[in-house]
């Protein structure tokens, strides 16, 4: 096993493991890889002497893996979208004394003895800091003794990378200041650069041919794909498709895809010659791997077996721009008609092109117990549910995701947006019984709960019919306490 420095963009940083992982268990050496996070190494803290609270506290950007193969790291560069570059890494220490000695240790001669005879060329940089002028001669004449002669600025055979990393420092100051206080330095050999960032271009939703207004951005469509480990001779499932993002992401990493949903204008767009949803596959080279797009409410789907799809990846529409709907009577307690509508001309409504079913809103916590029940369901034995779990951030707890037997969550990153965030929750198929998932019956919550507690007092609201507290989520009524800017005084609709 040979370490490798990871080193990442400064964004997203929650959802970093999660893919890392996902792609690692893709190509089948999840189990043998081993992670380290920079503040677990013994000497690769932040600085004890400064308290917590007196500075910002940023995401490090690297993570130390351990891989059998060089071939693994470049897997993981090709695939994760957050990684900017991988480096056999040969030494690190807070000290450049300790650097020298450990890398002047057999073990690590043994590394980069070999490159010798190889022209090179040596990259010096640092994190949350700038070198004042003449160091990085310096630091790089420090490795003398490495006998490294060959040295090619345009054409190097091999990179060699030294990176000092500092704390983070907000404020008015000298751009060298603090020079030489970082908390660890790195040194070691690049491997390969991340390039699957670029696709974060090619998947531009500017740029594409298609796409409406609740359009999910590139970055966020890809990382999706990622974790719900997106490849060839996969078969994955949008139930809320609306203008194709995952679908577009998932069939991009070789998946045959599905998309649904209840609104099937969102899929076909304005243009009636050709389906928007397939307009824009085709831009991206993908469109034979759309196997259908079909309009139908998860609740009322056409679908007469489980275990059929290798991961379901969706962003079902919580109401920010779009609230979530399911086919029913806006009249409480009222069912629909078995009878069909006839309009102008005797011609049965429901068989018009434009024709929008009832529909009634979906209460955000009911929907998310039906889709992970939905996804039991569905999924085949270790498949995945990717999707967004939009939250309050002062009021989530690791209860508002609903347990589900034979369901195991595996990840679970944020995206803050200050009072609220989006979570990204990657939950797994662990019973290989299928049979004992039974095909979910989508009770209609929302109206049960109304029933029981138009019968409790005002104070018991929290409180089940068989008398036991229910724990009320944060996302529950997301769409009336987002347009309420979350003031609590107004908020309390649980």
């Known amino acids: ?33 081993k992670v380290t996070l920079p503040d677990d190494l013994p000497d690769g803290g932040r600085n004890s002497s400064t308290p917590d609270d007196s500075k910002p506290s940023a995401p490090r950007p690297f993570v130390i893996v351990e891989l059998e193969l060089e071939a693994q790291a470049r897997i993981l560069a090709e695939r994760c979208i957050l990684v900017k570059a991988i480096y056999e890494l040969w030494a690190h220490a807070p000290s450049y ?26 990259h010096v940089t640092a994190i949350h800091h700038a070198f004042p002028e003449g160091r990085v001669r310096e630091v790089i004449q420090s490795f003398a003794y490495m006998d490294y002669e060959r040295i090619s600025l345009d054409k190097p055979g091999v990179v060699l990378f030294v990176c000092e990393e500092y704390e983070l420092r907000i404020g008015m100051r000298n751009k060298s200041e603090g020079d030489g206080e970082f908390m660890q ?26 796409y409406g207004n609740t359009s999910m951005e590139a970055e966020m469509s890809l990382l999706m794909a990622n974790q719900a480990q997106a490849s060839p001779g996969k078969l994955i499932y949008d139930p809320f498709a609306g203008t194709g993002s995952m679908l577009y992401t998932c069939a991009f990493f070789g ?30 080279g993908v469109a034979d791997r759309i196997l259908d797009c079909a309009t139908f409410d998860i609740t009322f789907n056409p679908w007469r077996r489980g275990g059929i799809f290798d991961a379901i990846v969706t962003d079902p529409p919580y109401g920010v721009r779009a609230g979530a709907k399911r086919i029913g009577s806006s009249v409480v307690g ?26 009634r809103p979906y209460e955000m916590s009911d929907l998310t ?86 019968q409790l007092e005002p104070t018991d609201s929290n409180i089940h019919s ?20 979350f003031r609590k005084e107004d908020s309390d609709v649980s």
């Open 369 to 454: 117990m039906d889709l992970i029940e939905f996804a039991r369901y569905m999924l085949k034995p270790g498949g995945r549910l990717v999707f967004f779990l939009p939250t309050v951030t002062e009021d989530y707890s690791e209860l508002d995701v609903p347990e589900c037997d034979g369901m195991k969550m595996v990840g679970n990153s944020i995206q803050d947006f200050g009072k609220w965030a989006r979570r990204l929750i990657t939950i797994e198929k662990t019973t290989t019984d299928n049979t004992a998932a039974k095909a979910p019956e989508f009770e209609d919550r929302a109206w049960r709960k109304r029933e029981e507690r138009a």
């Open 466 to 485: 068989d008398g036991k507290e229910e724990h009320v989520p944060a996302h529950r009524h997301f769409r009336e306490k987002y347009f309420q800017g």
């Open 185 to 210: 330095v790195y040194f070691g050999r690049l491997v390969t650069e991340g390039t699957a960032r670029q696709l974060i271009t090619k998947f531009d939703v500017k740029k594409r041919a298609y």
């Open 255 to 284: 998946a045959m895809v599905f998309g649904s949903d209840i609104d099937g204008r969102q899929m076909r767009g304005k243009d009636a010659s050709s389906l928007g949803i397939i307009r824009s596959a085709a831009q991206y």
């Open 1 to 33: 096993m040979r370490k490798y420095l990871v080193h990442y963009s400064q964004a997203h940083d929650s959802f970093r493991l999660p893919e890392l992982n996902s792609i690692a268990e893709l190509h089948g050496f999840g189990q043998s890889m």
């Open 334 to 359: 009222k069912p629909l008609s078995d009878v069909p509508r006839i309009v102008d001309g005797g011609i049965a409504a429901h068989t018009k092109p434009t024709y929008i079913p009832p529909m």
């Open 97 to 122: 004394a300790l650097l020298h000695e450990l890398n002047q240790a057999p073990e690590a001669r043994a590394l980069w003895e070999p490159f010798k005879s190889i022209p090179f060329r040596m």
